[in-house]
Structures are given as C-alpha cells and as structure tokens.
C-alpha cells in the first residue's frame, strides 16, 4: 500500500505543478526560485518530442513509445508489489512509474510534456527538467544500487 501512496504522491505533486505553471502567465517566466539564491530557474516549457526534444516531428511515435514503456514498468510494478522484500526495487520502480505517469498524461492529454525547471550548474543551465524527470532518475538510480547489492550478495 505503501508504495501505491508514494507513486500517487510523485504522479499528483508533479501533475500539481505542472498545472500551476501552465495557469501561470508567459510573461512570468523564466525567473529565480524565491530563495534559491539563484541556483534554480523556472521556465514554463512545452517539450513536443523526447528529452530535448528529439523527434519533435514524429508525434505518434513520441505518444506510443511512453505510453507502452510506462506499461512495462507498470507490469514490473505489479509483479514486484506482492513480493516479500525488495524494498530498494520498490521504490525505484514506484518513482519511475509516479514520473512516467505524469509525463504520460501530459502526452496524451495536452500533446506536450511541461518542464518548469532548470539548474544554473554549467552543462545543465539550458536543460530543462520537471519533477517527473527527476522522480524517474532517482528511481532509475535506485533500482542500479538495489541490483548491485543483490548481485553482491549473491557472490
């Protein structure tokens, strides 16, 4: 149950945002997170295509390839939820699915996906990212330690 809560959270807290950015007038961005000391930067992005936007001209594609990898982790997510242990697999997955699903949505439901962040770090100031993004970066990060220590403990 734990783990159905933490995919919700990630899903609605990203979807929440992505919501208040695009009710948001185009005027107001990008500009400085409020005490971030200019470390993060909030834009209001519409990505048509994959990250960075990559084949941008293929819409059909760019809907269905998410749509069927979000299925596959999704069908990992319910092969793993009755299993006893596996906590580190868990909780990759579970954020890798909330991420996936939020930027699913935005796919299918507005025909883009909204990025509304980046980090003035040098080689990340023009990428820009939204929660999601990093829900299913930390999740993928996740499940490499989780494997890594199985693997360790299986030698």
Do not use: C
């Not at 992505?18 to 500009?31: G, I």
């Amino acid at each position: 149950m734990l783990m159905i809560l933490l995919v919700m959270t990630v899903l609605l807290v990203d979807l929440g945002i992505k919501s208040a950015v695009e009710e948001a007038e185009p005027q107001e961005f990008p500009r400085k997170l409020d005490k971030s000391r200019g470390f993060i930067i909030l834009h209001r992005n519409h990505n048509n295509g994959f990250p960075m936007g990559v084949l941008r001209d293929k819409p059909e594609l760019v809907r269905m390839v998410p749509l069927m990898v979000v299925s596959a982790v999704a069908g990992v997510f319910l092969w793993l939820f009755p299993r006893k242990g596996q906590g580190g697999h868990k909780v990759g997955i579970s954020l890798i699915l909330g991420g996936g699903l939020s930027n699913l949505y935005d796919r299918l439901k507005r025909g883009y996906v909204v990025d509304y962040f980046s980090v003035n770090v040098k080689g990340l100031k023009k990428v820009v990212f939204n929660l999601g993004d990093i829900f299913i970066f930390l999740g993928t990060g996740i499940l490499l330690v989780a494997e890594l220590i199985e693997a360790k403990r299986e030698h």
